[in-house]
T-cell receptor, first 111, second 117 residues
Framework: RKEVEQDPGPFNVPEGATVAFNCTYS??????FFWYRQDCRKEPKLLMS???SGNEDGRFTAQLNRASQYISLLIRDSKLSDSATYLC????????????FGKGTKLSVKP | GAVVSQHPSRVICKSGTSVKIECRSL??????MFWYRQFPKQSLMLMAT?????????EQGVEKDKFLINHASLTLSTLTVTSAHPEDSSFYIC?????????????FGPGTRLTVL
């Protein structure tokens, strides 16, 4: 079983749509959770950390369900500029631990 | 499919030693491999891009003589941190981009945690 699993997509949505990405992780000892955004052939950039209480940053909402080992990212009112690959990332081992990257979900927002 | 492995997953070494990290694409041919590093509480930073059989392209500020990259085959790239110092302690992660149906998608390895004492 892969450690971090995501639907690869692509998700093709019109501008203004709401889109949700899901991610599951296998290591119950995982301690930190993130969503990264990666533009084509560029380095991934941290979009947001994910907390058990859920967190929101503008149009982006992230949720974590530790019991189900499930992470989600919701994008509301999607923009053309949201087109990118979204990577689910799980960390373990504290500050000296490692990050496991999911394969990413590709999003394409169309006019 | 599309599995990328890295070895070792964790290494602790003394200052001044050289460390080699391997990145392998296990079930596809990677025409391009990328090396990143991440310092604590920072995002990933691209260090270099390597294409099989040619010299790596380094990002600004990355010393090519200190971080030697070899991409000798379509399934293997290595990063050697020469004369490592404590400030090189970081999380190093590679990704591989394939050809054809796997082009334009990067598959990430599990990363290598380097600690230099």
């Amino acid at each position: 079983r892969k450690e971090v699993e995501q639907d690869p997509g692509p998700f093709n949505v019109p501008e203004g749509a709401t889109v949700a990405f899901n991610c599951t992780y296998s290591n119950s000892a995982s301690q930190s959770f993130f969503w990264y955004r990666q533009d084509c052939r560029k380095e991934p950039k941290l979009l947001m950390s994910v907390y058990s209480s859920g967190n929101e940053d503008g149009r982006f909402t992230a949720q974590l369900n530790r019991a189900s080992q499930y992470i989600s990212l919701l994008i509301r009112d999607s923009k053309l500029s949201d087109s990118a690959t979204y990577l689910c990332v799980v960390g373990w081992g504290g500050s000296q631990g490692n990050l496991i990257f999911g394969k990413g979900t590709k999003l394409s927002v169309k006019p | 499919g599309a599995v990328v492995s890295q070895h070792p997953s964790r290494v602790i070494c003394k200052s001044g030693t050289s460390v080699k990290i391997e990145c392998r694409s296990l079930d596809f041919q990677a025409t391009t491999m990328f090396w990143y590093r991440q310092f604590p509480k920072q995002s990933l930073m691209l260090m270099a891009t390597s294409n099989e059989g040619s010299k790596a392209t380094y990002e600004q500020g990355v010393e090519k003589d200190k971080f030697l990259i070899n991409h000798a085959s379509l399934t293997l790239s290595t990063l050697t941190v020469t004369s490592a110092h404590p400030e090189d302690s970081s999380f190093y992660i590679c990704s591989a981009e394939g050809a054809g149906g796997r082009s334009d998608t990067q598959y990430f390895g599990p990363g290598t945690r380097l600690t230099v004492l």
